[in-house]
């Protein structure tokens, strides 16, 4: 991807956006542009998610392919029937109980949302963040603005603007930097086009909190896959292609907490020997097990959302620091659990040792 354009980034106050930037940033939103912004989740690479042509360049500057259709971000409620016909009563539960927030209601696409934006599909995925600077950009670009992670297709997703820097300093239009996202992880992809409800991609909002609204949702057997599933039996075209993956080699070492470390220090040795540069991605608690290898703490067991937070910021700084192999302690499949195991099976391209 060429890098001749002249990036403009621009600080922001996370809770009181400078209404000058922002509208700098939208006006280029308007005039087709592409601006990173940040959300609660990750930052976004944004567009006007009803101009073809912006749609189109933030695709071939991402690497994205075309059939992985990108989140709608909107800032009122009443956009949701713009962008979607036939919307049921319980996504109006939903927005309510968890807008803004971390959750993505696909629902039927009108005929005025591209069908390069929904990547060739008859149904939308849209959300609104909780982030005034999102909020205020899309406020102010007065239209839905299209934005998939702002991290190069294939790469692990961006938590800071330094990430988006990295990634895109000088093949897009603006970057807005309001600091580290505050969740880490992506939201939560929720058909309700399907009866139960399926999740398709866990995230922010849990199964669990889904659950207490909806009685009965069912999660995809892709979001929860251990290995690659059949192409054939993808739901949400995202779900087929390699993600979040460090350039590192990355094992993910599941079960209990103290095999887990056995098995990891076992390997530390092994693959010392054999002259790799090893990283461990370990959490507060097992920290101090480890005396060999690049050693990394991502985040408290008894809190998971320190470790959904600090998530990709850890696997961007193995790489940093040129390591090798990365091994991934993993951590249970409950609340914000499901997300990061789903996101780490993922980036590891299913290398998975299970101990028990
Ligand atoms: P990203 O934009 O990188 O956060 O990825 C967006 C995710 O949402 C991908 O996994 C998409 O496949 C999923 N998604 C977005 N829109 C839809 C839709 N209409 N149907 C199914 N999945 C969707
Ligand atoms: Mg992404």
Redesign the pocket.
């Known amino acids: 991807m060429k890098r001749d354009l002249k990036t403009i980034v621009f600080k922001v106050n996370p809770e009181n956006p400078d209404e000058e930037k922002i509208n700098v940033a939208a006006e280029v939103i308007r005039r087709g542009g592409i601006v990173a912004f940040p959300t609660e989740t990750v930052y976004g690479l944004g567009v006007d998610a009803l101009n073809k042509e912006a749609v189109k360049r933030m695709y071939e500057v991402k690497g994205r392919p075309p059939d992985?259709?990108?989140?709608v971000h909107i800032a009122e409620f009443n956009d949701v029937y713009r962008l979607a016909v036939d919307v049921p009563e319980v996504a109006e539960e939903l927005m309510k109980r968890f807008w803004p927030g971390p959750l993505?209601i696909?629902l039927k696409a009108s005929n005025i949302v591209p069908r390069v934006t929904?990547g060739g599909?008859e149904?939308?995925?849209i959300r609104m963040p909780k982030h005034n600077v999102a909020l205020a950009l899309i406020k102010a670009s007065k239209t839905p603005i299209a934005?998939?992670?702002a991290n190069i297709a294939g790469k692990p997703s961006p938590t800071t603007a330094q990430h988006v820097i990295q990634d895109f300093y000088g093949s897009i239009d603006v970057i807005l930097d309001a600091g580290p996202t505050k969740i880490g992880v992506?939201s939560t992809?929720l058909?309700l086009t399907t009866k139960p409800p399926q999740i398709?991609?866990p995230g922010g909002v849990t199964y669990e909190e889904l659950k207490e609204v909806l009685g009965d949702v069912i999660i995809h057997k892709a979001a929860k896959a251990k290995e690659n599933i059949p192409i054939d039996e993808v739901k949400?075209?995202?779900?087929k292609y390699r993600h979040y993956a460090p350039k590192a080699e990355l094992i993910v070492v599941e079960g209990e907490t103290n095999k887990i470390i056995e098995e990891i220090k076992k390997l530390i040795n092994e693959y010392s020997k054999m002259g790799r540069k090893v990283g461990v991605m370990a959490t507060d608690e097992t920290v101090k097990n480890y005396e060999m290898g690049i050693v990394k703490s991502v985040g408290s067991r008894s809190d998971l959302s320190t470790i959904a937070r600090n998530l990709f910021r850890t696997l961007r700084e193995f790489d940093d620091e040129g390591v090798e192999l990365i091994l991934a302690e993993g951590v249970p499949e409950e609340g914000l659990g499901l997300a990061i195991m789903n996101r780490l099976r993922k980036a590891s391209g299913y290398k998975v040792i299970h101990v028990s």
């Not at 992985?68 to 989140?71: R, Y």
């Not at 949400?236 to 779900?239: A, L, N, R």
């Open positions: 992985n259709p990108t989140i993505t696909v929904t599909l149904t939308v995925g934005a998939p992670s992506e992809v058909d398709l991609r949400s075209p995202g779900m």
